[in-house]
């Protein structure tokens, strides 16, 4: 294709291509990072085209593994386990707000002060926070929605608002400030211990080592008390974000909201998760018979 051609949409489709082919997570990201994201670049400082069609193309990328949302008893019990663990539970406001908003982690990781209304209990989501190699250099970048339905105001439900009230409780003791600014965006709500905004990778890191621990002390106990083990599937934000869209369903929230909600350019993406929850609730509802005939 020529340059000039090129959108976002087939660099997606492509990694997507690559993926259905058998190539794993880590060399499509590391094509991306190291080939397609720095070649496109130096064509937009030559004036050969005026924006990097890469960028982005990786938020949101599931990889060729599936993704299931997280049972409500796995959910129950890693947030159990995060709220009770001295060295994790910082990361909880910011877990219970990724479940509670169903919003992309960059969404999540891009959110400003000015964004969340805690008198008007809502959540302005107008832009995601993006964190690449450009040029061989990983730097912080802003994003906006590419589709009117990117930008939206969600409601706060009381756990997120709870969640938020935490947080910025969390950032005063822990001395965390909010001058670090990226592309005229500061004052940041997420910021790790050098008070710059989470990244993807250091986020899903956070997580990795919070189930890897969890599994470590139910392998222990199981051992102890003679029984299997029960342990906790491998979490990442997108299976927080499809977690928090799975409970939407089951409550029985009109599909067109929940699509609202989640930023769906295409409805049929919402009803696959819709569907799924369906059935589940569905044969909860049939075990019940069980005990009525």
């Known amino acids: 294709m020529p340059i000039s051609a090129i959108k976002k949409i087939h660099i997606q489709k492509f990694y997507s291509s690559l993926s259905q082919g058998g190539y794993a997570d880590a060399t499509i990201r590391m094509y991306h990072n190291n080939l397609i994201m720095p070649a496109l670049e130096f064509a937009v400082d030559n004036d050969l085209i005026r924006k990097n069609p890469a960028k982005g193309c990786l938020e949101g990328y599931e990889g060729i593994r599936k993704r299931e949302a997280l049972t409500r008893r796995e959910q129950q019990v890693f947030l159990d386990f995060v709220k009770s663990n001295s060295s994790y539970r910082v990361y909880l406001p910011m877990i219970l707000v990724m479940i509670g908003t169903a919003c992309r982690i960059g ?79 500061r004052n940041f709500v997420f910021l790790n211990a050098n008070s710059r905004p989470f990244t993807v990778s250091l986020f899903n890191a956070a997580l990795g080592r919070m189930v890897k621990r969890y599994n470590e002390i139910e392998t222990e106990a199981a051992r102890r008390e003679k029984r299997d083990p029960v342990p906790l599937p491998h979490i990442s934000n997108h299976i927080l974000r499809h977690t928090g869209c799975t409970r939407m369903a089951e409550s029985g929230m009109d599909p067109k909201v929940l699509q609202t909600i989640m930023g769906h350019s295409d409805i049929a993406v919402t009803m696959r998760i819709y569907n799924h929850a369906d059935q589940e609730r569905t044969e909860r509802e049939m075990k019940k018979m069980e005990y009525a005939i």
Request: net charge positive.
């Open 107 to 185: 969404e999540v990781c891009g959110l400003t002060w000015s964004d969340v209304d805690m008198k008007g209990r809502t959540v302005n989501i107008n832009h995601q926070l993006s964190y690449e190699k450009v040029n061989g250099q990983a730097a912080y970048y802003i994003t906006t929605p590419k589709t009117e339905s990117g930008n939206r105001v969600l409601p706060m439900t009381d756990q997120v608002y709870r969640a938020f009230a935490e947080q910025k409780k969390l950032n005063r003791t822990l001395g965390k400030n909010g001058f670090y600014e990226v592309d005229g965006y």
